[in-house]
């Protein structure tokens, strides 16, 4: 049997992070989404699928170990519910012991689908997904929680946490450094500490929390309830977070409940407010509007390749999207739209050719490269009106 993760048709509302990535890439705890399925039920074939094409063939490109779609019995999951591994094992349990087709509801959406027929494709996969006929199947409830938007994933870091750490195995550990001075405080949750980090003397490490691949922690560093993807370089204070990965924020400042894609740089002093002075609800700006969150903690979303400089100030629920440079003495808008240049003197675009150029010099100080899939993508949102 095989585990088919699509997208949601309202992906484009995880903005900025969707601006470049899949929704199973989202990370919540020491794994993506698909990470997870794939380490959750390893018995079956775990692919991926989207009706947006190009953003899938660039997703197998940096993940070339991505299997293909096979004829097999598929279960359909979309792939922004985040599932405990128990969950997944009973959902892939119960497709294997079935011969009829079955319907996956989750908080009342409908969120999967068994088909024991093997689809022809993965579109027509997706297609049975958005026409099932509760009438026809037998229908199941699953626990987990559907991200619709990106601060929903911050609500879950907790239980993410807690599922990944009996996920991990002793390769995920080999070759940390932990000085002796760090101080790991697991009395509110787990930490997570993954093979080749570093953790500079003197740093406070407060579960539920993960310090990724080869990340490094440095000197008197801060992070309480907080997830940091692989590759990355910070210090300072860190809160209720996320950074995806490949990501520096590697000098003192406070970065509270907010998400970082990959290959951002937030400069020295850079500061986030992540609760309003009323205490009352934070309304976030996005492209297509203004959307209360319902919630009066959020700080700041940014999207791959943006920076800031140094002693830059973000408000409560300030949005960047990608190759975004905010360099302000002043705080910036609230909704900074890609490929953006923002100073004191105007908000002007940024060259498409220098912010391609810019980027493959930053990707190739970590070995990794621009391809060219990838730069007809960042062309194509660059043409977007939702960039």
């Known amino acids: 049997m095989q585990v088919l993760l699509i997208e949601h048709e309202g992906v484009e509302g995880l903005y900025p992070f969707s601006i470049t990535h899949c929704s199973w890439e989202l990370r919540c705890g020491a794994f993506t989404i698909v990470e997870r399925w794939t380490k959750s039920v390893p018995d079956c074939v775990v692919t991926v699928a989207s009706h947006r094409d190009l953003h899938v063939r660039e997703y197998v490109e940096r993940n070339q170990q991505t299997p293909s779609f096979v004829l097999e019995p598929t279960l359909i999951m979309t792939a922004n519910v985040l599932m405990s591994p128990t969950v997944m094992q009973q959902v892939v349990d119960t497709c294997m012991h079935s011969t009829d087709p079955i319907a996956f509801f989750c908080s009342g959406h ?37 991200i619709s938007r990106l601060w929903h994933a911050l609500d879950h870091i907790g239980d993410a946490v807690s599922w990944d750490a009996n996920l991990v195995d002793e390769d995920d550990f080999t070759g940390s450094s932990i000085h002796d001075t760090c101080v790991i405080d697991e009395s509110g949750g787990q930490v997570i500490i993954m093979s080749g980090a570093q953790i500079g003397p003197h740093s406070v490490i407060t579960g539920p929390s993960v310090i990724g691949r080869n990340t490094l922690v440095k000197a008197h ?158 062309l194509l949102i660059n043409q977007s009106d939702l960039r």
């Open 110 to 146: 409908p969120v999967g689908a068994f088909l024991p027929k093997p689809p022809a494709s993965p579109s027509e996969a997706a297609q049975y997904l958005d026409t099932i006929d509760v009438n026809t199947c037998r229908t199941i409830d699953v626990t987990g929680h559907i």
């Open 221 to 378: 560093a801060s992070i309480t309830e907080s997830v940091i993807g692989p590759v990355c370089k910070v210090a300072g204070e860190i809160e209720h977070s996320i950074i995806q990965g490949y990501s520096n924020k590697q000098h003192d400042g406070f970065l509270g409940h907010s998400y970082l894609g990959h290959w951002v740089n937030l400069g020295a002093g850079t500061i986030t407010s992540d609760l309003k002075n009323t205490y009352g609800h934070i309304r976030i700006q996005l492209p297509w509007g203004e959307e209360d969150t319902q919630r009066i903690m959020i700080g700041l979303l940014m999207g791959d390749h943006s920076k800031s400089a140094i002693g830059t100030k973000f408000s409560t629920g300030t949005v960047c999207g990608i190759f975004c440079n905010v360099v302000l003495s002043e705080f910036p808008d609230k909704l900074i739209r890609s490929y953006s240049w923002a100073d004191d003197k105007a908000t002007t675009a940024y060259e498409f050719k220098k912010a391609i150029e810019v980027a493959r010099l930053v990707m190739g100080k970590r070995d990794a490269e621009l391809s060219q899939t990838a730069e007809e993508l960042l």
